[in-house]
């Protein structure tokens, strides 16, 4: 038993309560009551207790795209020209770094941003990996990571053509062995889902068979949407519609699916969005970084598309996420007000009900019968903080590096700063090591 209290309560429940000197009950990996600290003590007089010092105690966070395997390019020179649009840093970038991936790069790539979450208060992850040329047992070592970890993850494998059909075949495998195995083993830490690179590098043959192959599984497909220009004019010149149309057309679109970006999309596509269920992720920093345009989403959002927030790998911080966003889409539109309560409802609400597709309790909230998912941040309010304006504390007086405590399904995984599940000296030491002699291959 492990009580987690004497802090301010964030629970995020229907009633969005707050607690002040509050306390969360902990019974094996699920919270089992959520209360004052005196009231949950008296009860359970023998459990551990961590005293949270009256800073704030809050679901952990969530993060519905991520790509671990890009950890290995930060600091890498570039042998090429630099790109000056999104398809030529695909293909000068993403895609040589992707190719020479070998299994131990894949762990080790996965344990930086990992540790990254845990310290930054992310504590379910959905991620996107590409290896082409060591496609099979892909999943299943990131899946070892997260594992050592305690990190909550959906994994997928993105199917892409663009290195020849075999590899293809290869990538489909990988996602209908891995999505089995965790229909089989029903681990609460690991769930797949069917990966898609892009519509710009996937046949409607082999669309076609993603679908055939994956209609049993009862998993939804991961995919990016109409992230750069060049996925949009590839749809039209060669199928004579848009991106989210064409995939609506193949049976990719749904409840269970996430459409990454939607950079690019019509007012029809929208619709096509809403009325499917499908779940779009937005990601500004990475939008931003790559100059590929301001996705729709407030348009989407007000629409009734269900939208959640995303890394894209260019951080783990999802309160770095939050922030972008809030004046990504406030300088878009030129309008100061804009954004303020959209943001917090993809972060807080919607990543939790895109979660809730895959994940048998719930995340993203406090309350008895959830996941123990919690952190403990070290922020004490300098104005009153209440349901009504929680949102704008954590806007501007937070940070992912204020998180002090993580437990992840009961686990403490990290405990005043300290991981308590890895050595991150020993694997970052490890990681520098591999990531020279990859340099080297590109």
Not at 268 to 283: A, C, M, P
Request: proline letters at 3%; glycine letters at 8%.
């Amino acid at each position: 038993m492990l009580l987690v209290g004497n802090g301010l309560v964030i629970t995020r429940d229907d009633k969005n309560t707050i607690i002040q000197d509050g306390c969360v009950a902990i019974q094996d990996n699920l919270i089992v009551e959520v209360g004052s600290t005196a009231e949950l003590k008296g009860k359970f007089h023998a459990a551990r207790f961590i005293d949270a010092e009256h800073k704030l105690i809050m679901p952990g966070l969530i993060n519905t795209h991520m790509h671990f395997y890009s950890t290995f390019a930060r600091g890498m020179a570039s042998k090429s020209a630099p790109p000056t649009n999104f398809l030529e840093i695909l293909e000068r970038l993403w895609w040589k770094l992707d190719k020479v991936l070998t299994l131990d790069d894949i762990y080790y790539s996965a344990m930086i941003p990992i540790i990254d979450c845990i310290k930054t208060g992310t504590t379910t992850v959905f991620d996107h990996h590409a290896s082409p040329n060591t496609v099979h047992g892909s999943l299943f070592k990131i899946a070892e990571a997260t594992g050592e970890a305690g990190l909550r993850s959906c994994l997928c494998y993105e199917v892409s053509e663009r290195d020849g059909g075999q590899i293809a075949d290869y990538g489909i495998q990988e996602n209908i062995d891995f999505i089995n195995y965790c229909n089989q083993e029903k681990n609460p830490l690991l769930k797949g889902m069917f990966g898609l690179h892009a519509s710009l590098t996937l046949s409607d043959r082999i669309l076609d068979k993603c679908v055939n192959e994956n209609n049993a599984t009862g998993a939804g497909f991961h995919i990016h949407a109409a992230e750069g220009i060049q996925d949009l004019q590839d749809a039209k010149d060669k199928y004579g519609m848009g991106v989210v149309e064409r995939l609506d057309a193949r049976g990719i679109l749904g409840e269970k699916s996430i459409a990454v970006h939607c950079v690019h999309i019509s007012p029809q596509e929208i619709e096509i969005l809403k009325n499917s269920g499908t779940n779009v992720v937005h990601n500004p920093e990475s939008n931003m970084g790559n100059a590929v345009g301001v996705s729709p989403v407030l348009e989407m959002f007000h629409h009734g598309v269900r939208m959640g927030l995303g890394t894209d790998g260019y951080t783990s911080d999802m309160f770095e996420s939050f922030k972008a966003a809030n004046c990504l889409h406030k300088h878009a539109s030129q309008h100061p007000s804009a954004a303020w309560g959209e943001i917090p409802h993809m972060l807080f609400e919607n990543n939790r009900k895109i979660a809730a597709e895959y994940f048998e309790k719930p995340v993203g909230r406090l309350a008895t019968g959830a996941y123990a998912d919690l952190i403990v941040v070290d922020y004490f309010p300098p104005t009153r903080l209440s349901a009504e304006n929680v949102n704008s504390h954590l806007l501007f007086g937070v940070s992912g590096r204020s998180v002090e405590t993580t437990v992840i399904n009961g686990q403490v995984v990290m405990e005043n700063r300290k991981l308590t599940t890895l050595d991150e000296e020993a694997i970052c030491t490890k990681s520098r090591e591999l990531a020279d002699k990859l340099w080297e291959r590109i």
